[in-house]
């Protein structure tokens, strides 16, 4: 299917565009693994731009229809029709990060002051948060209430009521809501979840252990490593604009 009419914006040619890759997806004319023309050929049928096809690829990535291969094209990786109204909001990723940003330091003197001040009956509530968000993640569940019931937890156990406070107040929007890993690469997904579970397990021991330095670094390391992977995304997202 070609695009001709160059007088219409290009946000219009660029739906067109996706909107007939994603057809091809999905009626089968391209199957899973499947590699899709390049760039430069995209750009002859449709008799558009290079930015055009680069937005309406990204748009198919954003569904978890495609994925782009550093040096190697566009490859196709999903055909469910079910997903191919799913967005990555991209304001919905930076604002993930904010938050993340601003619950880093709050959060990292939070472990520590726990891990000093935590009594038996906190530090087992802590071990209970950490095992429902185990048993979502073997019964393939969302983890995102329990990881912030863990957090609340934590906070709950410095013994300071505005550490706890400070995270009602953001609500659940303290969880980031944006996917990292789309929910099509169910090994990738679940090997997601276990990062988030071992980085959790190493807070939570410190705090066990009494050692307030470890349970700063731990969650300095879980905290910082989910803004690392959030700008990753973020600017991935970003790059298909340019």
Do not use: W
């Not at 994603?22 to 089968?28: H, P």
């Not at 002051?113 to 019964?139: G, N, T």
């Not at 659940?172 to 979840?193: D, F, W």
């Amino acid at each position: 299917m070609q695009v001709k009419d160059r007088s219409r914006g290009s946000g219009s040619l660029v739906s067109q565009v996706g909107e007939s890759l994603r057809q091809a997806i999905l009626s089968g004319q391209y199957s899973a693994g499947d590699k899709l023309p390049s760039e430069h050929e995209l750009t002859e049928t449709h008799s558009v731009s290079r930015t055009v096809i680069r937005e309406a690829v990204a748009a198919l990535r954003s569904d978890g229809l495609v994925e782009v291969r550093q040096g190697a094209g566009i490859f196709v990786i999903g055909a469910d029709p079910a997903l191919s109204g799913r967005k990555v909001d991209k304001a919905r990723v930076a604002s993930d990060l904010e938050v993340l940003e601003i619950r880093t330091p709050v959060e990292i003197e939070a472990a520590g002051l726990a891990a000093l001040r935590r009594s038996p009956a906190q530090e087992e509530a802590i071990f209970e948060c950490h095992r429902k968000i185990l048993q979502c993640i073997e019964e393939d569940r969302s983890v995102r209430e329990a990881d912030l019931e863990l957090h609340v937890a934590i906070a709950e156990a410095t013994n300071n009521p505005l550490f706890r406070h400070f995270l009602e107040s953001q609500g659940a929007a303290i969880i980031p809501q944006s996917r990292l890993v789309p929910e099509t690469r169910t090994a990738e997904q679940a090997a997601y979840r276990k990062l988030i579970h071992r980085e959790h397990e190493a807070i939570v021991m410190a705090i066990s252990d009494r050692d307030d330095q470890a349970a700063r670094d731990a969650m300095r390391e879980h905290l910082v490593g989910s803004q690392t992977r959030y700008r990753n995304l973020l600017k991935d997202l970003r790059s298909f604009a340019t």
